[in-house]
């Protein structure tokens, strides 16, 4: 009988999520040798009573204290009621190893008709890339507009008018039922539930993720699809802390519980942990966590940042025409009398600072009119930008 290997660790990152190789060096010495980097390596099960964890090779890694950062899988057609899905040439947006294979599967000379399966942040971005190196781009998605979870209908209709000005083709209200391929098992078409065939080279799905809880399921306290933590990413299980995708949390500025899929929440929420970790190893007190949700994205020559909730009624400012050389144009979103949102294309520094203060301070709005008014100064004017911005009490 193989003689069972254990290994023994104060601390376990578990995951390679984007914020487990954030702060890590808070957790003890800052040498990189005593940091053990160990990869290709499945974790098959997780036992939170005996905190340890076991691989497929039967090793067991036990340890004190558990952060786990396993972020988020991509949701597979197979899962949507596709056939043929294992047809070459088709790509999933959130998986590393298909995103690598995409990279060597475009040829940048060739012309190609590449479907994009999905109205999300990652479509919206690969779309724009793909048309800048010359591919012939076409979106489906079933939502009634693009980025249907953020924008308002206003929003969303500048950039389906940039992207059409671009060549993007944006087929909306539709869903993609289906696959062919050719004799070399190369996918040929994507067939939409009316009836249409939308011819195919190449086809990337973003069609969403899953965090990935199941090794820990039944074991500890799960809500909205993550782990539920306090407001130290501490779980209902002492010694496990849940950070990035994996971890559903109190949003203290709005009183409820989230998950939030984002790079900066990921950075942010692996470093609460671990100084929450150090502070009660110390015997100290840190503040709860307090998030101001943040989403942003660059396609084209576009530049977008959004703070806050996207809740209430949606106030529009500026110039939204696809058309125009320079658009620029914001957003603010009002719920019980108070801008809870805020959202700017084409901002400087300052200016997107400026609507992260108005997110968080969520100044009290009397007339809409005037609050459109104040977007307008936002963006035409430098001139006391913060202050009128802030102080906004109407």
Same mark, same amino acid.
């Given at each position: 009988?193989?003689?069972?290997?254990?290994?023994?660790?104060?601390?376990?990152?578990?995951?390679?999520?984007?914020?487990?190789?954030?702060?890590?060096?808070?957790?003890?010495?800052?040498?990189?040798?005593?940091?053990?980097?160990?990869?290709?390596?499945?974790? &098959?099960?997780?036992?939170?009573?005996?905190?340890?964890?076991?691989?497929?090779?039967?090793?067991?890694?036990?340890?004190?204290?558990?952060?786990?950062?396993?972020?988020?899988?991509?949701? *597979?057609?197979?899962?949507?009621?596709?056939?043929?899905?294992?047809?070459?040439?088709?790509?999933?947006?959130? #998986?590393?190893?298909?995103?690598?294979?995409?990279?060597?599967?475009?040829?940048? /000379?060739?012309? +190609?008709?590449?479907?994009? &399966?999905?109205?999300?942040?990652?479509?919206?971005?690969?779309?724009?890339?793909?048309?800048?190196?010359?591919?012939?781009?076409?979106?489906?998605?079933?939502?009634?507009?693009?980025?249907?979870?953020?924008?308002?209908?206003?929003?969303?209709?500048?950039?389906?008018?940039?992207?059409?000005?671009?060549?993007?083709?944006?087929?909306? $209200?539709?869903?993609?039922?289906?696959?062919?391929?050719?004799?070399n098992g190369e996918v040929t078409e994507v067939k939409l539930d009316d009836g249409r065939a939308l011819e195919a080279d190449v086809v990337l799905l973003d069609?969403?993720? +899953?965090?990935?809880?199941?090794?820990? *399921?039944?074991?500890?306290?799960?809500?909205?699809?993550?782990?539920?933590?306090?407001?130290?990413? /501490?779980?209902?299980?002492?010694?496990?802390?849940? &950070?990035?995708?994996?971890?559903?949390?109190?949003m203290k500025l709005y009183g409820d519980m989230r998950r939030v899929e984002h790079v900066n929440h990921a950075f942010k929420s692996a470093e609460q942990a671990?100084?929450?970790?150090?502070?009660?190893?110390?015997?100290?007190?840190?503040?709860?966590? #307090?998030?101001?949700?943040?989403?942003? $994205? +660059?396609?084209? #020559?576009?530049?977008?940042?959004?703070?806050?909730?996207?809740?209430?009624?949606?106030?529009i400012f500026g110039d939204n025409d696809p058309n125009s050389p320079k658009a620029k144009f914001g957003t603010y979103w009002v719920k019980d009398g108070k801008?809870?949102?805020?959202?700017?294309?084409?901002?400087?520094?300052?200016?997107?600072?400026?609507?992260?203060?108005?997110? *968080?301070?969520?100044?009290?709005?009397?007339?809409?009119?005037?609050?459109?008014?104040?977007?307008?100064?936002?963006?035409?004017?430098?001139?006391?930008?913060?202050?009128?911005?802030?102080?906004?009490?109407?």
């Open positions: 009988m193989a003689e069972e290997k254990s290994f023994n660790f104060k601390y376990v990152i578990f995951g390679a999520d984007v914020s487990a190789s954030n702060k890590i060096f808070g957790l003890g010495d800052t040498d990189l040798e005593c940091i053990e980097l160990i990869l290709s390596t499945e974790i &098959i099960k997780a036992d939170l009573s005996t905190k340890s964890l076991f691989s497929t090779d039967g090793t067991i890694f036990k340890y004190q204290t558990m952060i786990v950062a396993t972020g988020s899988t991509c949701v *597979r057609m197979s899962e949507c009621g596709f056939q043929d899905t294992n047809a070459k040439n088709i790509f999933y947006l959130r #998986d590393i190893k298909d995103v690598d294979q995409l990279a060597l599967t475009m040829e940048p /000379k060739k012309k +190609r008709k590449v479907v994009v &399966i999905g109205g999300g942040c990652r479509g919206f971005e690969i779309s724009a890339s793909l048309t800048v190196n010359n591919y012939e781009v076409t979106m489906v998605f079933p939502e009634p507009w693009i980025m249907h979870w953020l924008f308002s209908a206003e929003i969303a209709s500048f950039y389906e008018g940039y992207y059409a000005n671009k060549g993007i083709k944006i087929i909306k $209200s539709t869903k993609a039922t289906g696959l062919s391929t050719n004799s069609g969403g993720g +899953r965090p990935m809880t199941s090794l820990f *399921r039944g074991q500890v306290v799960e809500e909205k699809g993550g782990l539920k933590t306090n407001g130290f990413f /501490k779980t209902s299980v002492s010694s496990v802390y849940a &950070i990035g995708d994996v971890a559903t949390f109190p671990v100084m929450a970790i150090k502070a009660a190893e110390e015997g100290r007190s840190i503040q709860e966590y #307090d998030y101001l949700p943040f989403f942003n $994205s +660059r396609a084209f #020559d576009l530049s977008w940042q959004f703070y806050g909730d996207n809740v209430g009624q949606s106030v801008v809870v949102g805020a959202f700017l294309e084409g901002g400087v520094v300052e200016e997107n600072k400026a609507i992260a203060r108005v997110a *968080r301070t969520q100044p009290s709005v009397g007339s809409l009119e005037v609050l459109s008014n104040v977007g307008e100064l936002l963006i035409g004017s430098r001139v006391n930008r913060n202050r009128v911005l802030v102080s906004c009490h109407i």
